[in-house]
T-cell receptor, first 113, second 113 residues
Framework: EAGVTQFPSHSVIEKGQTVTLRCDPISGHDNLYWYRRVMGKEIKFLLHFVKESKQDESGMPNNRFLAERTGGTYSTLKVQPAELEDSGVYFC???????????FGPGTRLLVL | GNSVTQMEGPVTLSEEAFLTINCTYTATGYPSLFWYVQYPGEGLQLLLKATKADDKGSNKGFEATYRKETTSFHLEKGSVQVSDSAVYFCALSDRSSASKIIFGSGTRLSIRP
């Protein structure tokens, strides 16, 4: 069974540009989560999808971040325009049911110059 | 609110040494507790978990016991190997906020041959 996959693995962009990160959850997992770790600090929750609906987006830092999950399969996280402080590692996770074990992807390392 | 505090790193040990990484938590309910590990160049992997008081999670020689009276979930291993070098994250999830995992800041562990 394939795990959670994320694309790209690394992205280097300039301040003001747009970047879109993609996450493919484990097949059959309705719950999809985004997290990020900035500047070597703790990993922080961004948002939670149940199928295509946003269940909890309390962790989204500001309106420069837009997450979508059309069709309830893969999800994208767009940062527009990117700022220096957005640099970090963005993780995606999925689970079959809420409160069950979340399985994480390898992360996308984003560097904004 | 819920939070996790873990031992600051980096921690450097010699091969075959005994390892303890301390973790304490604050939670209003009865959380599930986790240790995640990130090996160099890889994503987050669930190392072990415990879902109720006095449960012991174990995997790959690592153990942690859910201690409600001390609100702790310390990670231990009797004899570490070079291949254990990684960043270790203590984390919790609570049924009242089932959508999110709350992580500690991570502890980098380096094992010398």
């Amino acid at each position: 069974e394939a795990g959670v996959t994320q694309f790209p693995s690394h992205s280097v962009i300039e301040k003001g540009q747009t970047v879109t990160l993609r996450c493919d959850p484990i097949s059959g997992h309705d719950n999809l989560y985004w997290y990020r770790r900035v500047m070597g600090k703790e990993i922080k929750f961004l948002l939670h999808f149940v199928k295509e609906s946003k269940q909890d987006e309390s962790g989204m830092p500001n309106n420069r971040f837009l997450a979508e999950r059309t069709g309830g399969t893969y999800s994208t996280l767009k940062v527009q325009p990117a700022e220096l402080e957005d640099s970090g590692v963005y993780f995606c996770a999925s689970s079959q049911l809420p409160a069950e074990t979340q399985y994480f992807g390898p992360g996308t390392r984003l560097l904004v110059l | 609110g819920n939070s996790v505090t873990q031992m600051e790193g980096p921690v450097t040990l010699s091969e075959e040494a005994f390892l303890t990484i301390n973790c304490t938590y604050t939670a209003t309910g009865y959380p599930s507790l986790f240790w995640y590990v990130q090996y160099p160049g890889e994503g987050l992997q669930l190392l072990l978990k415990a879902t109720k008081a006095d449960d012991k999670g174990s995997n790959k020689g690592f153990e942690a016991t859910y201690r409600k009276e001390t609100t702790s979930f310390h990670l231990e291993k009797g004899s570490v190997q070079v291949s254990d070098s990684a960043v270790y994250f203590c984390a919790l999830s609570d049924r009242s906020s089932a959508s999110k995992i709350i992580f500690g800041s991570g502890t980098r562990l380096s094992i010398r041959p």
